[in-house]
């Protein structure tokens, strides 16, 4: 099986199909098989795509420090890694959820190694005092969630609505939830002057010169304004597919009807 080593961490990634390359990341407490395999998402576009997956580290097949400290940034130094271990100047990014905000942080920072981005179950936030507080909140519920010894002690509503829901994910049983905990522990975390990391995010933004895509469906539960990066970026649009939500969302077919579409335009020559 392919792994790659990230300064002591293995991760695991598959290669299927010729063509321009696209990176595709998974959400949160998912992995490159119950994300992008079993929902058709290789077949749909290793007929023209060079489809690159990988286990993000703490998922999947890839290593799975339990240390906070491993993950972070680090998550992005894997993807920026992986291209390096391909050969592989420029791709197109297609994200999910987790693998959405982990695709935005890359266009943010490195955008020279994008030709698109794709951002799928994704809502774009300036947030305030009140939803950095909602955040933490919702972070420490799943936390605990993910670290408690028995499921069925759980009190708290929406820990346990959390750990139930990702319980039915396909590839749940490849999880460590000790592993997942740690990659939480380092998410949602903004510091500083708000107003004015929010201003420089917004300006940077509008500074983006590579198409960009946002999916959701219609019922998904993401806070945030799910039209705001298509109405900021330049050059971005923005769909939605009626009656999903988003877990179902993702093996839908026009999903796959509108990515492959976008794809296709923005790789044509």
């Not at 961490?9 to 990341?25: H, N, Q, S």
């Not at 592989?88 to 190694?113: C, D, H, P, V, W």
Request: with cysteine; net charge neutral; aromatic share 10%.
């Amino acid at each position: 099986m392919p792994f790659f080593d990230n300064e002591g961490v293995k991760i695991y990634y598959e290669v299927e199909g010729e063509g321009p390359p696209v990176v595709l990341i998974h959400g949160f407490a998912a992995s490159l098989e119950g994300n992008w395999k079993g929902t058709n998402w290789v077949k749909v576009l290793k007929d023209k795509y060079k489809v690159i997956l990988l286990d993000c580290r703490g998922h999947g097949k890839s290593d799975k420090p339990v240390d906070p400290k491993q993950y972070g940034a680090h998550m992005t130094d894997d993807i920026i890694k992986l291209l390096d271990h391909l050969s592989i100047k420029k791709a197109n990014f297609f994200g999910y959820s987790m693998g959405s905000r982990l695709t935005m942080e890359l266009l943010l920072s490195n955008q020279e190694l994008f030709i698109s981005a794709i951002l799928g179950g994704y809502a774009l936030q300036f947030p305030g005092e009140k939803e950095i507080a909602a955040a933490e909140k919702r972070r420490r519920d799943w936390i605990e969630a993910l670290t408690a010894k028995d499921v069925d002690s759980l009190k708290n509503p929406e820990a346990l609505r959390f750990i139930r829901t990702i319980s039915f994910y396909k590839d749940f049983n490849l999880q460590n939830l000790e592993a997942l905990a740690a990659v939480l522990k380092t998410s949602f975390q903004i510091e500083g002057d708000l107003a004015k990391i929010n201003a420089e995010r917004k300006e940077t933004l509008k500074k983006v010169n590579v198409p960009v895509m946002t999916v959701v469906g219609s019922d998904d539960f993401i806070p945030g304004d799910k039209t705001l990066v298509a109405q900021i970026v330049p050059d971005a649009c923005h769909f939605q597919i009626q009656g999903k939500d988003h877990i179902n969302v993702v093996p839908d077919p026009k999903f796959h009807m509108v990515v492959k579409a976008f794809l296709d335009y923005v790789n044509k020559n």
